[in-house]
Each structure stands twice: as structure tokens, then as C-alpha cells.
């Protein structure tokens, strides 16, 4: 049985700034690839990054540059770091193992002013 537990999400200004943390309870944590991805209303589910289980991270073109994301294998913890954020990254956000049916309950993010 493997949760994911999401937290950090919120409400900020267009150029804030919000962290986003994803908590596994999987023993394997450290082997998974793990995901970020993001649902806007009306918009389908659209990767937004991905780390592998040796740091290796992938951003969609979108988010380059703004969003980090980064992994703690002794917490078992993936984390997104969003900069310089913008209306149209207001989204639910969601973290997944990759490969498998496991989601986190995802968490709002809304930047308006």
C-alpha cells in the first residue's frame, strides 16, 4: 500500500513563489521516478517535471527555467519550487510514481492578484 501526501499549495501573487511538497510512504521511494503534473478547469493533466531515482530532471517547456524539482530519498519527500509564477499556472498539482497507478490527492495552486 503506497500514499502520497501533498502539501504547500495555495493562493499567491503573480511572481511569487510557492513550494510544493509530495510525502511517499513507500519503502521503495528511492528507486521510483517520481512526477509533478498539473489540471487546469476544462484543460487535460499535463506533465510538468519529472526526477528520476539519480537526481536526472526533465521540465516541460511551459515551466523551464521557473520550477525545480528535487527529491530527498532519506525523507522520502519530492518537492516542486515554483518561481516567478503566473495566472496560467494556476492548477491543481499532483504528484505520481511514474509507470504506476499511484497519485497524490493533489493540491491548488492559484496565482491572481
Known amino acids: 500500500q503506497v500514499q502520497l501526501v501533498e502539501s504547500g499549495g495555495g493562493l499567491v501573487q503573480p511572481g511569487g513563489s510557492l513550494r510544493l511538497s509530495c510525502a511517499a510512504s513507500?519503502?521503495?521511494?528511492?528507486?521510483?521516478?517520481m512526477g509533478w503534473y498539473r489540471q487546469a478547469p476544462g484543460k487535460q493533466r499535463e506533465l510538468v517535471a519529472l526526477v528520476t531515482s539519480g537526481g536526472t530532471t526533465n521540465y516541460a517547456d511551459s515551466v523551464k527555467g521557473r520550477f525545480t524539482i528535487s527529491r530527498d530519498n532519506a525523507r522520502k519527500t519530492v518537492y516542486l519550487q515554483m518561481n516567478s509564477l503566473k495566472p496560467d499556472d494556476t492548477a491543481v498539482y499532483y504528484c505520481?510514481?511514474?509507470?504506476?497507478?499511484?497519485w497524490g490527492q493533489g493540491t491548488q495552486v492559484t496565482v491572481s492578484s
Open positions: 513507500g519503502s521503495a521511494f528511492g528507486i521510483w521516478t
Open positions: 505520481r510514481i511514474e509507470r504506476s497507478r499511484y
